[in-house]
C-alpha cells in the first residue's frame, strides 16, 4: 500500500527471545508480567506536568491511581501473544539494557538540552532532543500521566465532539439530489493534552473531514461541539483552527525566517494574558530552534528538504498559538526519524508545552505509523468506506478488535494490519466481495457497539480568534515580499527581462536603420514593416515571460497563501497588478525606445519632438493592453496551458486583421467585427496617420536628386529634385485613410486602449477572484492522488 510505514515486527525480530522487546516502547509491554504488588504500591503517582491543575480537580484525580493501575492491566501487548511473555520473562533475570530501549524510550529518558550550543545540530541531534522550554521537567513514562492512561477529564478544556457528521464528495457538492456521501454518521471527540490521529483508507475521507474541523467546508449533516457549545459555525471554526495543510508549496525564494515572518505579520495570535505577551521574534526563534530548523534558517526553501519544508509549514501555523491544530498528511516524504520527531513535538505541544496550561488539541491524518510513533496517539478514528471502523482511545483499539474476533497477529504493527484489514481488495472479484463483506461487517458491529460521547459539560467561551490584518496592512506585506523578501531573485527575473528587451530591441533597429533615408519615396513600406514587427511580432517573448512564466511560477505559492487565508483574492491581484505596473512599463521602455531612435521616424514636425513622446505614450498602453488580455485569458481558463494558446489565436487574428497581411478587402464579411474590437487596429492606423501626413514627410523627405527629371536652365541641364512623396496615396491603398469621416485622424484611439485596459484588467480580477480554474486544479490533485 502507498505510503504504509511498512513495519512488520516479525521482519525485525529473531528466535532469541533477548531481542524481541528491541522495537517496543509501550509502557505496559513492559510492566505485564511485574507483581501485582507493584500496581498496589502506596507511593501516590504524581500527575503528569502537561495535565492542568482544573482538570485534576474536575476529574477527581485525588482518587485515580487505582483506575490508572486496572488500566495498565489491559494494555494492548496483553492481547498480542503470550511470545511476549516468555520473552519477557527470560528478560527479567537480567539487568535492564538502555540500548534496547526504542528511540521513544530515549526521547522520554534522556533529555539533551543544546540551546547554549553555536555549531549546526546533526541530523540525530536534532531527532532526539527538544527544547526545554516545551519539555518541561524530565520525567520517566512509568512513573506519569502518559497517552496510554485513561484519564477522566470530563470536563477538561478544549473540548471537541463531532457527531453524526455527513459529508459530500467535491464532485457532487453542487449537486445534492445525488446523495452519496462521503462520509457517514462519523462521531468523536478529543480533549485538550491529546492528538487524534485519523487513518483512512482514502486520503480524500481524511481531508474532508480535517477541512470540515478547520470551516474549509460545511458539511451535510452533523453537529461539532466546542467546548459546551452546540453547532459551532463555519465561520467560528475557521477563526479558530490552524489548518496545517498537505499542500505545502511554500514560496521558494524566501528563507525560513522570512516565510515565518511573513506569516506572522499577516495573522497574529490572541494572547491569552495581556502581561504574557511574547515578542514576535521571540515566539519565531523558539519554533525554529524546537523544530530543528536552526541550521536552516537563512536557507531559501527552494534549497531545503521536503522534511524542513513540512516542518517549516508546521511552525508557520503554530505560530498562531491555537487551542486546536489539525494537520493533514504533515509527514508525506519523510523518513521514520523525521515522523517520531515530528509527532513526538506535537504530542509535547497538546500536553501543554510553551506556558499554556489548559493543553491544546491536535487532530492528523496519518498513513500507518510505526509502533513507537502508533504509541504516541491518544485516539484513533479509522475510517473505511466513509464508514467508522474503530473511534476511541489507541490503547482500547487491540482489545477492541480482539473483541470482535480479529485479533492483532503477533509480531505485527496494529496500525498497519487494521487497516490493511478495512482496505477494500480490488484485485479480484472474490476479494473484493469479501473485503466489502468484512468492511460492512465491521462498520455495523462498531455502530451497535459504541459508546455514547462523553458529557460536554456546560457551554463556556470558545478559544480565542485569530488575528488578522486589515487590506492595507495585507497590501503593504505583499509589496514588502516582493520588494524585500524575494530579493534577489525577483531583481534578476527583472533584469533578465530588461536584458531580453534590449537586445530584441537593438536588433529591431539594426534592420529597420534610418527608415527615412532608406526609403525615401515609401515604395519600400519599411514604415508600415517597423510598426507591425514592433507591436505584433517581437513582442511576443517579452509577453511570454512577463505573464505566463510569472503566474505559473506563483501560482502555487499564492493558491497555498489563499487557502491558509492569509490574505484575500482581491487584495492580491489589486496589489500584484500596481506593483508590477511600473517594472512592466520599464521594460517595454527599454524595449521601445532604441529601436524607435535608430529608425529615424521620431522627426514628424521641423524642429518637434513631440512626436517622439506620443509615440512612447500610445505604445506602452498598446502593450499594457496586450498583456493584461493575456493575463485575464489565464485567470478566466482553467488550465494555462489552454489559456495562452487561445490568447494567443486571439491576438494572432487581432494582427491579421489590421490591413497590413491581409487587406481589409479580402477580410470576409463576417470578421470585419473584429476591426472595432481590435486595439491593434486602432493604433495601427493612428500611427500611420501621424507619420505619413504631409508635414511629417515633407520634414523627413531628405533632397535627394530624381534621376528621370531633368530641368534645362539656359545652356544647362541640370537635375531636379524629387517631389516629396505621397503619404496620403500610401494610406488610401491600404485602406487606412478615409477622407470623409477621418476615423483614424482625431484623439479618441488612446481612449478607446484605456476602456479596452479596464475591461480587460476587471475580468482578471473578477477571474481571479471567483477562482474559475479551481475546480479544474482540484480534479488535477485528485488523480494526482489516486495515481499508485
Given amino acids: 500500500r502507498d505510503g504504509s510505514s511498512g513495519y512488520d515486527s516479525s521482519d525485525n525480530e529473531t528466535t532469541n527471545y533477548k531481542n524481541s522487546r528491541k522495537y517496543r516502547s509501550d509502557p505496559d509491554f513492559r510492566m505485564q508480567n511485574v507483581h501485582s504488588?507493584?500496581?498496589?504500591?502506596?507511593?501516590?503517582?504524581?500527575p503528569h506536568p502537561g495535565v492542568p491543575l482544573a482538570a485534576l480537580h474536575q476529574g477527581g484525580f485525588g482518587n485515580s491511581n487505582s483506575n490508572w493501575n486496572r488500566n495498565k492491566s489491559n494494555s494492548e501487548a496483553n492481547l498480542l501473544s503470550a511470545e511476549y511473555t516468555r520473552s519477557y520473562q527470560n528478560m527479567s533475570t537480567h539487568s535492564r539494557d538502555p540500548r534496547r530501549n526504542s528511540v521513544a524510550d530515549f526521547v522520554h529518558h534522556d533529555v539533551v538540552d543544546h540551546s547554549h550550543i553555536m555549531r549546526p545540530l546533526s541530523k540525530a541531534e536534532s531527532h532526539l532532543s527538544l527544547a526545554t522550554s516545551r519539555r518541561g521537567p524530565s520525567v520517566i513514562r512509568g512513573d506519569y500521566l502518559t497517552a496510554d492512561d485513561d484519564v477522566p477529564t470530563a470536563f477538561m478544556y478544549p473540548h471537541l465532539q463531532v457527531c453524526g457528521l455527513g459529508i459530500l464528495p467535491e464532485s457532487s457538492s453542487m449537486c445534492r439530489k445525488k446523495q452519496h456521501l462521503l462520509l457517514n454518521d462519523i462521531s468523536f471527540e478529543v480533549r485538550g493534552g491529546e492528538v487524534l490521529a485519523v487513518m483512512a483508507t482514502s486520503e480524500e475521507e481524511g481531508t474532508a473531514i480535517l477541512d470540515v474541523l478547520a470551516g474549509k467546508t460545511r458539511p451535510l449533516v452533523g453537529d461539532i461541539v466546542l467546548n459546551g457549545q452546540h453547532d459551532v459555525r463555519q465561520h467560528s471554526l475557521r477563526t479558530r483552527v490552524a489548518y496545517v495543510q498537505n499542500d505545502s508549496h511554500l514560496c521558494k525564494d524566501m528563507t525560513v525566517l522570512q516565510t515565518m515572518r511573513f506569516h506572522y505579520d499577516l495573522k497574529k495570535p490572541t494572547p491569552k494574558l495581556e502581561h504574557l505577551k511574547i515578542d514576535a521574534m521571540d515566539r519565531i526563534n523558539v519554533l525554529i530552534e524546537d523544530l530543528g530548523l536552526e541550521q536552516v534558517r537563512d536557507t531559501k526553501v527552494s534549497n531545503m528538504t521536503i522534511s524542513e519544508r513540512r516542518r517549516l509549514n508546521v511552525a508557520c501555523h503554530l505560530l498562531l498559538d491555537t487551542d486546536i491544530v489539525v494537520l493533514d498528511q504533515p509527514s508525506r516524504g519523510m523518513d521514520i526519524f523525521d515522523t517520531f520527531f515530528l509527532v513526538e513535538y506535537l504530542r509535547q505541544w497538546a500536553n501543554g508545552g510553551c506556558g499554556n496550561a489548559l493543553g491544546r488539541i491536535v487532530i492528523l491524518t496519518l498513513h500507518p505509523p510505526t509502533y513507537e510513533i502508533f504509541t504516541m496517539i491518544s485516539r484513533i478514528l479509522l475510517i473505511s468506506a466513509g464508514?467508522?471502523?474503530?473511534?476511541?482511545?489507541?490503547r482500547d483499539m487491540l482489545q477492541y478488535f480482539a473483541m470482535v474476533d480479529y485479533p492483532c497477529p503477533s509480531f505485527k504493527n496494529p496500525s498497519d494490519y487494521?487497516?490493511?484489514?478495512?482496505?477494500?481488495?480490488?484485485?479480484?472479484?472474490?476479494?473484493?466481495?469479501?473485503?466489502?463483506?468484512?468492511?460492512?461487517?465491521?462498520?455495523?458491529?462498531?455502530r451497535q457497539k459504541r459508546e455514547p460521547l462523553s458529557d460536554p459539560g456546560l457551554p463556556t467561551s470558545l478559544p480565542l480568534q485569530i488575528r488578522k490584518t486589515n487590506f492595507i496592512a495585507q497590501s503593504f506585506i505583499l509589496f514588502t515580499k516582493t520588494m524585500i523578501y524575494t530579493q534577489p531573485k525577483t531583481f534578476l527575473n527583472w533584469l533578465s527581462l530588461i536584458i531580453l528587451s534590449v537586445s530584441l530591441s537593438l536588433i529591431m533597429g539594426a534592420v529597420f536603420w534610418d527608415i527615412p533615408s532608406s526609403d525615401p519615396q515609401l515604395n519600400l513600406n519599411d514604415r508600415l514593416g517597423y510598426h507591425y514587427s514592433t507591436m505584433c511580432v517581437v513582442t511576443w517573448p517579452i509577453l511570454l515571460i512577463l505573464t505566463l512564466m510569472e503566474v505559473r511560477r506563483n501560482r502555487k505559492t499564492v493558491e497555498r497563501d489563499i487557502s491558509d487565508d492569509l490574505y484575500g483574492r482581491f487584495t492580491y491581484i489589486i496589489t500584484k497588478t500596481i506593483v508590477n505596473i511600473f517594472p512592466s512599463l520599464f521594460v517595454w521602455l527599454i524595449y521601445l525606445v532604441p529601436s524607435y531612435s535608430m529608425s529615424g521616424l521620431y522627426m514628424q514636425s521641423t524642429g518637434n519632438y513631440k512626436g517622439f513622446y506620443i509615440y512612447l505614450g500610445v505604445m506602452l498602453l498598446y502593450l499594457s493592453c496586450v498583456q493584461i488580455f493575456i493575463i485575464a485569458f489565464i485567470y478566466l481558463i482553467p488550465l494555462s496551458n489552454t489559456a495562452t494558446f487561445i490568447s494567443s489565436i486571439v491576438l494572432t487574428t487581432f494582427f491579421f486583421v489590421n490591413g497590413y497581411v491581409i487587406h481589409f478587402r479580402d477580410v470576409a464579411n463576417y470578421t470585419k467585427w473584429l476591426e472595432y474590437l481590435s486595439p491593434n487596429v486602432w493604433l495601427f492606423s493612428y500611427l500611420l496617420n501621424r507619420e505619413l501626413s504631409p508635414e511629417a514627410v515633407t520634414s523627413s523627405f531628405p533632397m535627394t536628386f530624381c534621376k528621370s527629371k531633368q530641368v534645362q536652365r539656359q545652356d544647362i541641364i541640370v537635375q531636379a529634385s524629387c517631389p516629396p512623396p505621397n503619404g496620403t496615396q500610401v494610406l488610401v491603398n491600404y485602406g487606412l485613410y478615409d477622407q470623409k469621416l477621418q476615423f483614424y485622424d482625431y484623439g479618441n484611439v488612446p481612449i478607446a486602449m484605456l476602456v479596452f485596459y479596464v475591461t480587460c484588467f476587471v475580468v482578471a480580477c473578477v477571474a481571479f477572484v471567483v477562482n474559475c480554474r479551481s475546480s479544474s486544479t482540484k480534479r488535477k490533485d485528485r488523480s494526482d492522488t489516486n495515481k499508485p
Fill in 418 to 446: 487494521y487497516l490493511d484489514l478495512v482496505t477494500l481488495d480490488d484485485l479480484s472479484a472474490e476479494a473484493m466481495l469479501e473485503s466489502s463483506q468484512r468492511i460492512e461487517q465491521l462498520a455495523e458491529v462498531f
Fill in 37 to 46: 504488588s507493584y500496581h498496589q504500591s502506596p507511593v501516590p503517582q504524581k
Fill in 387 to 394: 464508514r467508522t471502523m474503530y473511534s476511541g482511545r489507541r
